[in-house]
């Protein structure tokens, strides 16, 4: 993965980024990806699941391909192509068209709320595929979170409209999975290949995924005032294209489990954004659930203690 300086330097020296870099990355990442819950929403009127899907990740699959390639071609593996054409299927794929059809039926906050059990379902898949390990917090937190995740259902589905509120609750459910299991898919790939490359690859393998949906676009954008067509070139530039390459370098230099985790401050910020663009938020009771949630996710992220003094684990 690191390549050796000429001037006979240590590796780390050469490699490591500054300690902010990770973390402004991180930071980038969720305002971006809580203003995408946001604009999501607010196209629901223009545009359906699987058109707005094609349009944000054809925009993204675009600039980030234009930035790509200036850095030359990625060349990954057999092994490696089989784990990008997974992610690009489930995460910008399956994923985009699960959160937007959710997105019709629940309101932005309530989606980021929904979407945050993910950290839970990272930190059980890590502990399965990439060795970190599994502790009864990790199981205390992961019934926390459901039963967060069961309240914000109820709440829904009472409000208005019944069933159409527990479908989009269990879409956003469906995004939330996916989601996971794509981060631990691109754990490896980026300790191999470019947090860049591996990013437009995968948004490229989403875009043709999404190709059947590409007559109701053309349908879609066509009826579609110049406002949201500009909402969709947001959508692809920035919570796609810059916010998944930012994500995926804090990737290379955090844990999985610890990266998901720093997710938990969606929520609140969506829920912000909602209020000021939206003119709307969760109902009452979602609250205590996405509270619930969030508890369940900072009890599966607790370390036990050790009878011996040890190492304390990275951040």
């Given amino acids: 993965m690191t390549t050796t300086a000429a001037s006979g330097r240590p590796t780390q020296t050469s490699t490591a980024p500054p300690t902010w870099l990770p973390?402004?990355?991180?930071?980038?990442?969720?305002?971006?990806?809580?203003?995408?819950?946001?604009?999501?929403?607010?196209?629901?009127?223009?545009?359906?699941?699987?058109?707005?899907?094609?349009?944000?990740?054809?925009?993204?699959?675009?600039?980030?391909?234009?930035?790509?390639?200036?850095?030359?071609?990625?060349?990954?593996?057999?092994?490696?192509?089989?784990?990008l054409v997974t992610i690009g299927v489930l995460w910008f794929g399956v994923y985009n068209v699960a959160l937007n059809e959710g997105e019709q039926r629940v309101d932005a906050g309530t989606a980021a709320m929904l979407i945050q059990v993910s950290p839970v379902l990272i930190a059980l898949l890590a502990a399965v595929?990439?060795?970190?390990?599994?502790?009864?917090?990790?199981?205390?937190?992961?019934?926390?979170?459901?039963?967060?995740?069961?309240?914000?259902?109820?709440?829904?589905?009472?409000?208005?409209?019944?069933?159409?509120?527990?479908?989009?609750?269990?879409?956003?459910?469906?995004?939330a999975v996916v989601y996971s299991v794509s981060l631990i898919l691109q754990k490896p790939l980026v300790a191999r290949l470019s947090a860049l490359h591996v990013t437009w690859l995968a948004c490229t393998i989403g875009a043709v995924a999404c190709l059947p949906f590409a007559p109701a676009l053309l349908s879609e954008a066509g009826d579609a005032p110049t406002s949201s067509l500009l909402w969709v070139v947001y959508l692809g530039v920035f919570p796609t294209a810059v916010a998944f390459t930012t994500y995926a370098y804090a990737l290379q230099h955090m844990t999985a489990s610890s990266l998901g985790v720093t997710t938990y401050l969606v929520p609140p910020i969506t829920i912000v954004m909602g209020l000021v663009f939206l003119d709307e938020v969760p109902p009452a009771m979602a609250y205590v659930g996405g509270a619930l949630a969030l508890v369940g996710v900072a009890v599966a992220r607790r370390k036990p203690r050790s009878h011996a003094r040890q190492e304390p684990a990275p951040a």
């Fill in 129 to 175: 595929f990439l060795s970190e390990r599994f502790t009864i917090y990790l199981g205390l937190g992961l019934a926390l979170a459901f039963s967060g995740v069961a309240v914000i259902g109820l709440t829904t589905s009472s409000d208005d409209g019944g069933g159409r509120d527990l479908l989009g609750v269990a879409l956003c459910l469906v995004s």
């Fill in 23 to 83: 973390v402004a990355a991180v930071a980038t990442t969720l305002v971006l990806w809580a203003s995408a819950f946001v604009a999501i929403r607010h196209l629901g009127h223009d545009f359906s699941a699987g058109p707005l899907s094609l349009g944000r990740t054809l925009i993204g699959a675009l600039v980030l391909g234009a930035l790509a390639l200036s850095r030359g071609l990625p060349r990954p593996s057999r092994g490696d192509w089989v784990s």
